[in-house]
């Protein structure tokens, strides 16, 4: 009890320590898929990527192959360019955030195997995968 006592200081930062390792951990499981998992996704179980950003960041680059289905008008477009609602998408946007929100509003509509591309198209890029401009 003495040592906890006098080197209660060391526990404490033992603590932190340890939840500062586990954050990253825990922000990867609930953060979506790796650019690896997701190419994964799009060559075995033939995924949609669908990027959320607006039509401007949409020509101005884009994941090779990704569909656009601006955050905007996701509700109403999603249906029409993806009709069979088992397929998984990859969700995609700049950073990732809209991709977030894309992703619970598809599993809204009922297709529940939505999942978001962590890190966006900036994650994508530093893969070296193909961006294509419109």
């Known amino acids: 009890m003495k040592f906890i006592v006098e080197n209660w200081y060391l526990i404490v930062l033992a603590l932190v320590s340890g939840a500062l390792l586990a954050v990253p951990m825990l922000k990867g499981a609930a953060g ?55 397929i998984p998408l990859v969700m995609v946007c700049a950073s990732g955030a809209r991709a977030m929100r894309a992703a619970a509003l598809a599993r809204k509509l009922g297709y529940e195997n939505a999942q978001v591309l962590s890190g966006g198209l900036k994650a994508w890029k530093d893969a070296g995968l193909p961006v294509e401009k419109s």
Do not use: M, W
């Open 32 to 86: 979506g898929l790796t650019v690896a998992n997701a190419v994964q996704l799009i060559n075995r179980e033939k995924a949609v990527l669908i990027d959320v950003c607006g039509p401007d960041e949409y020509a101005a680059g884009h994941a090779g192959g990704s569909k656009s289905v601006p955050l905007g008008e996701f509700e109403a477009r999603l249906p029409a360019v993806v009709k069979n609602k088992s």
